[in-house]
């Protein structure tokens, strides 16, 4: 269940990091409005996730998955140029946080 709340946390947080981009930096007022719901609402999330999951961990998937996302969003959603180093660096972003949750389920 903890995964579940961060997963949600992570998913909240890309939104609020999309409407970041939709705003236009705070000119539009509902995406500017949403950037705050949003992140509010990933917090929660993630601070609940914590109950069961080391905040090291933790705080290393939400950002990193967030980041990947995001990327990924930019790319397809506001053409964002792609590139070979773009591609290879996600991929390490992503393996990294795979590796952070394969020493967590070592203990």
């Known amino acids: 269940m903890s995964y579940i709340m961060l997963l949600l946390g992570i998913i909240f947080e890309v939104f609020g990091t999309t409407c970041m981009k939709l705003s236009e930096g705070f000119a539009r007022t509902i995406p500017s409005i949403?950037?705050?719901v949003f992140y509010a609402i990933s917090f929660t999330f993630v601070t609940f996730a914590l109950k069961k999951i080391d905040v090291s961990v933790a705080y290393?998937?939400?950002?990193?998955?967030?980041?990947?996302?995001?990327?990924i969003i930019g790319i397809f959603w506001f053409k964002e140029?792609?590139?070979?180093?773009?591609?290879?660096?996600l991929l390490v972003v992503v393996i990294g946080i795979m590796g952070l949750h394969i020493s967590d389920k070592i203990y």
């Open 34 to 36: 949403l950037i705050f």
């Open 60 to 71: 290393a998937i939400w950002a990193g998955f967030g980041t990947a996302l995001i990327t």
């Open 81 to 89: 140029p792609m590139n070979l180093l773009k591609m290879v660096s």
